[in-house]
């Protein structure tokens, strides 16, 4: 199971991103998909999620209304769309999978991999 973030990078407030989780070495189509993000002394925190079959999403309050996941599974990729960018999203994000082949609703904080992350810096 492979799972690659990229997209990061430095961005003003306001301003906007998108990340990317290619996947590699499973089937997507049965995996929930989700963003984890670790900003540096602070503690990981779920994002957002997207479920296997239906599509149905999950967002922290403080990113709803301005972060979208989608996902493409015939590209093997996730996306999540960032917009209106605060300095608090300042970390690295990390994509994650949850086996889950009847998924209707995902769950941000569960998973069985994650990939390495890629960095987020918004500044004020």
């Known amino acids: 199971v492979q799972l690659q973030a990229s997209g990061g990078g430095l961005v003003q407030a306001g301003g906007s991103l998108r990340l990317s989780c290619a996947t590699a070495?499973?089937?997507?189509?049965?995996?929930?998909i989700g963003w984890f993000r670790q900003a540096p002394g602070k503690e990981r925190e779920g994002v957002s999620c997207?479920?296997?079959?239906?599509?149905?999403?999950f967002y922290k309050d403080s990113v709803k209304g301005r972060f979208t996941i989608s996902r493409d599974n015939a590209k093997n990729t996730v996306y999540l769309q960032m917009n209106n960018l605060r300095p608090e999203d300042t970390a690295v994000y990390h994509c994650?999978?949850?086996?889950?082949?009847?998924?209707?609703?995902?769950?941000?904080?569960?998973?069985?991999?994650w990939g390495q992350g890629t960095e987020v810096t918004v500044s004020s």
């Open positions: 070495g499973f089937n997507l189509d049965y995996y929930d």
């Open positions: 994650t999978a949850d086996y889950d082949p009847y998924g209707r609703t995902c769950k941000v904080n569960k998973y069985n991999y």
């Open positions: 997207i479920s296997s079959k239906n599509g149905s999403t």
